[in-house]
Antibody, heavy 122, light 111 residues
Framework: EVQLVQSGAEVKKPGESLEISCKGS????????IAWVRQMPGKGLEWMGI????????RYNPSFQGQVNISVDKSLSTAYLQWSSLKASDTAMYYC???????????????WGQGTLVTVSS | QSALTQPPSASGSPGQSVTISCTGT?????????VSWYQQHPGKAPKLMIY???KRPSGVPDRFSGSKSGNTASLTVSGLQAEDEADYYC???????????FGGGTKLTVL
C-alpha cells in the first residue's frame, strides 16, 4: 500500500527555522517525484514545488521561490520542506503528494500525505 | 500563474446531478489533457477523483465523471449522495511555471 507519512504539527515563533518531512513507503520512492502543496486556513490549495533527485530536478512555484527549500533523501525515502526564517503568514497546512509525471509534465497527484499543520505565532 | 476559476459553491439534492466548472487558459486547461479533480472533506487530505480530464482512479465511483471543452473543464457528480458533500478542486499542468495550477475550489452541498 502506497503511503506518505508526514511529520507532526509544529508551533514556532516568527524568525525561527523549521523542517518538516514526508516519508514514502509501499512503492519505489526513488522513481517518483514528490510535491508540496500549501493550504492556508480556510483557503484553497497552492502548488509550492516538486522534487525528483535533487537541486537539478526541483521546480518551484515562483510565489515560493526563495521562501522555502525543498530537498529529498532518497536513501531514507523522505522529502523535506524547510524554512530558514518563518513568518506569521506561513501558518498553514502543508501536504506532500506523489505527482504522476508524463515526459516531465505534471499529470496528477495520486497519493497524499495526511498534512502537517504549521503555526507561526509570537 | 493565476488560479483556475471555479464557482465558489454548488448544490444539489440527493439523486440529482451537479456539474462544477474549471476555467483556465490555452496555457493550462486548454492546452493539455492533464486536468485532474480532487475531493477534500473537512479536516482531511485531498483525494484524487479524476485525472487526464476524464479518467477515474480505481475505487472512485463511476458517478464521478470529467470532461473538457476548450479552456473549461467540468466535473459532473451524478446520483448525488450525502457523502459527496465536500470541497472540490481542479488542477492542470501549467506551461508558464512547468508545474501545476489549482482552481480556487468549489464547496458542494448536498441539500
Amino acid at each position: 500500500e502506497v503511503q506518505l507519512v508526514q511529520s507532526g504539527a509544529e508551533v514556532k515563533k516568527p524568525g525561527e527555522s523549521l523542517e518538516i518531512s514526508c516519508k514514502g513507503s509501499g512503492y519505489s520512492f526513488s522513481n517518483y517525484w514528490i510535491a508540496w502543496v500549501r493550504q492556508m486556513p480556510g483557503k484553497g490549495l497552492e502548488w509550492m514545488g516538486i522534487i525528483f533527485r535533487g537541486d537539478s530536478d526541483t521546480r518551484y512555484n515562483p510565489s515560493f521561490q526563495g521562501q522555502v527549500n525543498i530537498s529529498v533523501d532518497k536513501s531514507l525515502s523522505t522529502a523535506y520542506l524547510q524554512w530558514s526564517s518563518l513568518k506569521a503568514s506561513d501558518t498553514a497546512m502543508y501536504y506532500c503528494a506523489r505527482p504522476i509525471m508524463g515526459r516531465g509534465v505534471f499529470i496528477s497527484l495520486d497519493y497524499w500525505g495526511q498534512g502537517t499543520l504549521v503555526t507561526v505565532s509570537s | 500563474q493565476s488560479a483556475l476559476t471555479q464557482p465558489p459553491s454548488a448544490s444539489g439534492s440527493p439523486g440529482q446531478s451537479v456539474t462544477i466548472s474549471c476555467t483556465g487558459t490555452s496555457s493550462d486547461v486548454g492546452g493539455y489533457n492533464y486536468v485532474s479533480w480532487y475531493q477534500q472533506h473537512p479536516g482531511k487530505a485531498p483525494k484524487l477523483m479524476i485525472y487526464e480530464v476524464s479518467k477515474r482512479p480505481s475505487g472512485v465511483p463511476d458517478r464521478f465523471s470529467g470532461s473538457k471543452s476548450g479552456n473549461t473543464a467540468s466535473l459532473t457528480v451524478s446520483g448525488l449522495q450525502a457523502e459527496d458533500e465536500a470541497d472540490y478542486y481542479c488542477s492542470s499542468y501549467a506551461a508558464s511555471n512547468n508545474l501545476g495550477v489549482f482552481g480556487g475550489g468549489t464547496k458542494l452541498t448536498v441539500l
